[in-house]
């Protein structure tokens, strides 16, 4: 019998139902993802750069649902525990990425993530990308919370959950801070998606699996960058071959300075946290530890005002504030490249 979507039907107001998720931006596209910190950081830098990329088919924001509705019983469990004492999708901002913690049981300063399996995939949870998302969180946002942390699975074929402990691992936290810094230099400072990993082929995770692909499998795989690419009218310039040989390696250099500041800061801070916890203990404001003296003074926090939630709230609107917009001067994009680099392989 074929299967339809009658008018009035039940499947018919699914399929609004989910045509109107589709609709919504649940999520910056600009803001790197703390969620996929353990995944492709290609991925998260052509979705940051504006790259196309497909857009989720029924199915896919069909699962997308069934996955909040996980969560939904996860919360639940727990909100039932402590009524008014859960939050849900607690912001986790950074420097590096953003995060969203999905339930926070604040009696217990307990981290719950929640995601969904099935009982084929049993014996490989915890899931290493989950474990790393996790890790995150319990980086940038539990250890400062004292917070214990599980990724909870949802079983889709029985409803059975499985709960996993994540321990604080301050090593695994680094490395995935670097992969954040590596992502965030490509979009910021070349402006250029990351190359695809070494070790992905366009037919097995993260790239593609049995019932679908990444939406940026077209780019990668597809040859469409190859097209692009043909479009460049290139001029050849042998009198400059000193001048571009400089500023490639002055373009190298300062994205490794720039890498290298970018770890040590992590590295302070995970520092100033252990001696944060001294001084809040001892209720002081410097301590002593071999020959050094460390002070802390807490500087005020700046007052600013957000401008889009300001026009969201109707206080001022857009016709008012026209007379003062100013539009920046644009302005050039260089983009050194070393000819004499070995080629990726797409193939890895
Ligand atoms: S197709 Fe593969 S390499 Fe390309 S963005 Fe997606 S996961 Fe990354």
Redesign the pocket.
Known sequence: MAVTTAPGSTAALYSTRLAERAQEEKFDPREIRLSEVGL?G??QT?RALGYEGDEPDERSLSIFESGDEHEETIYHLWAEQFPRQVKRQVAVRTAYGTGHIDIWVAPLKHLVESKSTTEKSLKRLPMEHHVDQVTMYLHFWGRAHGATAEIAYRVKETGEIKSFPVEYNERRALSLIANLVEIQGAIEMTQEPLP??AD?TAFSF??AWATGR?P??Q???GGAQTEVQKKKVIAKAPQLAADAQEYLKLRQRRQALEGQVAIIKVREDVLEGGFGSVLDGAQASALVAGEVLLGRSRIPGRITYDGDAILEAGVITQEAIAPFRRIGAGYDRWTPKDLTAPKKSKAG
């Open positions: 492709c290609r991925k052509l695809i990993p992905y993260p790239c990444c940026f499998w780019n990668c795989w």
